[in-house]
């Protein structure tokens, strides 16, 4: 196994609302406990770590009490605002009892559009690391739009991601969800479906094979994380999808373990 997966100095983790939230849409303590922990153990362990982290509409419904997601963007957004405060909150609270100091980053697409704004994310970024400090980012619903002329929107976190992976030049990045990696088929709907256990290249043949989401807070499905993957592939790097049950599972990608579905080119 490469060392870019085993023992990579700068990693981002990426993980869904599916980690985060219960599917009766209460907050999963003990995922994001586990999380605190693994994060801040490989911190201790010399790595510098960034987690790009969902599960801001989730909380704020379960904070609010919404059994459902609203239908206006405007009340999406002010869902998203009241959970992004809790999520920190909660985040906060588990890394301080491992005495870990984290920071807020909320981002638009503009970083990737304007070199003075993405030079700023990355000073911000580095200081922060050599500070030993971990970023939690995630996407600024309540500035982001979606519009031909103004597009600030990363589209999803799986996208938000990559770009981060990209602009710190971390060597690895981890996708966790509520799923054990790249199937054939959504597994959801077909037993037969068969796990990728390696992707070196992602072709029209795979994208077929990849479907929606099946979950109530998911947002990209499979499709947007191929197109993650596909970005990473494109250049050079590495990236592994696995479930966030259990984020311990982290551990054992990092020791070469066979988990999840690696996206790594032919090179090694
Ligand atoms: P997250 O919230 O972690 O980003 P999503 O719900 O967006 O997760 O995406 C994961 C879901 O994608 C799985 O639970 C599964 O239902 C669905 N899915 C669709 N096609 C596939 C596939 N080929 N392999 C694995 N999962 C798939």
Do not use: W
């Amino acid at each position: 196994m490469c060392k870019e997966i085993t023992d990579p100095k700068r990693i981002v983790i990426k993980v869904g609302t599916t980690t985060l939230i219960y599917p009766n849409g209460n907050i999963n303590l003990a995922s994001i406990d586990e999380l605190a922990f693994v994060l801040t153990d490989l911190q201790n362990q010399g790595k510098e770590v960034i987690l790009v982290s969902s599960g801001a509409i989730g909380v704020g419904l379960n904070q609010l009490q919404l059994s459902q997601r609203p239908f206006s963007i405007p009340e999406q957004q002010a869902v998203a605002a009241v959970g992004q405060a809790e999520l920190m909150d909660i985040y906060n609270q588990r890394f301080q009892v491992y005495s870990q100091q984290t920071a807020q980053i909320l981002l638009t697409r503009d970083i990737v559009e304007y070199p003075e704004s993405r030079n700023n994310v990355i000073n911000t970024l580095e200081e922060l690391l050599r500070m030993g400090i971990i970023p939690i980012i995630n996407e600024n619903d309540t500035v982001a739009v979606d519009e031909l002329d103004h597009l600030t929107k990363f589209g999803d976190n799986d996208r938000l991601s990559t770009i981060v992976s990209e602009l710190t030049r971390a060597e690895l990045l981890i996708m966790l969800s509520d799923i054990d990696g790249f199937y054939s088929d959504n597994p959801l709907k077909n037993k037969q479906a068969k796990l990728h256990r390696r992707i070196t290249k992602i072709d029209d043949e795979l994208m077929k094979q990849a479907g929606g989401s099946n979950n109530q807070f998911g947002t990209g499905g499979m499709s947007s994380k191929l197109k993650a993957a596909k970005r990473v592939l494109d250049v050079n790097g590495s990236m592994v999808l696995a479930n966030g049950k259990r984020p311990k599972i982290i551990f054992d990608i990092l020791k070469g373990a066979e988990v999840g579905t690696l996206f790594k080119g032919e090179s090694f």
